[in-house]
């Protein structure tokens, strides 16, 4: 069997879609749609494989470690196993596994152990994604998925949290703010990712303001 690369890529969605169909709210289908869409948009500004970008967008979070016990060999067995069904070539493979293993936050203080192109832009892809209104959501959305309190002004965000710490954590959900999205817009690989997390940023800073005022009933 061999298929063109517009037939993996559908073969791909329809895989995920199948997959994630009852997924976590902010790890679903319109995420992975999303940061899909982000990833192509700032691919056309960058030297890279679109091909490779496509699955590895489609595939970054087809068994997110967070809702499998924290195991982060899950995802990339999957992604492998699926791909190798459609018969794609061993190459490509390796390295949407590779983009999988070294997508994500992990505390900030973990130290990516693969660097590409397409990894650079699927992550500034699925970190946009994270930060803005959808970010906004998407965090009391998870927040209260795992039962976390909304804010505790006596729990203070940890800045300095190992991977392993991160993986643990049952903080506030505001504190998440801290400890993860506030700092992903100087995380940003590619130009485009910059210039759109700016606006997103401010966006998140302007809704704490109003989370504080509110809290404290000053408005």
Not at 108 to 132: C, H, K, M, T, Y
Not at 183 to 196: A, S, W
């Amino acid at each position: 069997m061999h298929l063109s690369k517009k037939e993996v890529i559908h073969k791909t969605i329809n895989f995920v879609q199948k997959t994630l169909a009852n997924a976590e709210g902010g790890h679903d289908w319109f995420h992975i749609e999303r940061v899909y869409k982000n990833a192509l948009l700032i691919a056309k500004e960058e030297t890279v494989d679109e091909f490779i970008v496509s699955l590895g967008a489609l595939l970054h979070d087809i068994a997110d470690a967070k809702f499998h016990n924290g195991d982060e060999t899950v995802g990339p067995k999957v992604a492998r196993a699926f791909l190798e069904s459609i018969a794609v070539a061993e190459t490509d493979i390796v390295h949407v596994e590779q983009i999988i293993s070294n997508i994500s936050f992990k505390g900030g203080n973990f130290n990516q152990q693969f660097r590409s192109p397409e990894l650079d832009v699927i992550q500034d892809a699925d970190r946009l994604d994270a930060i803005g209104a959808i970010g906004v959501a998407r965090c009391f959305n998870y927040g209260g998925f795992k039962n976390r309190k909304i804010y505790d002004p006596a729990i203070k965000p940890n800045l300095n949290m190992t991977k392993a710490e991160y993986k643990k954590s049952t903080t506030p959900t505001i504190n998440h703010f801290y400890e993860k999205l506030l700092l992903l817009k100087d995380k940003m690989n590619t130009e485009t990712g910059k210039k759109i997390a700016e606006q997103r940023h401010i966006f998140m800073e302007q809704f704490l303001a109003q989370f504080y005022a509110e809290w404290n009933g000053q408005v």
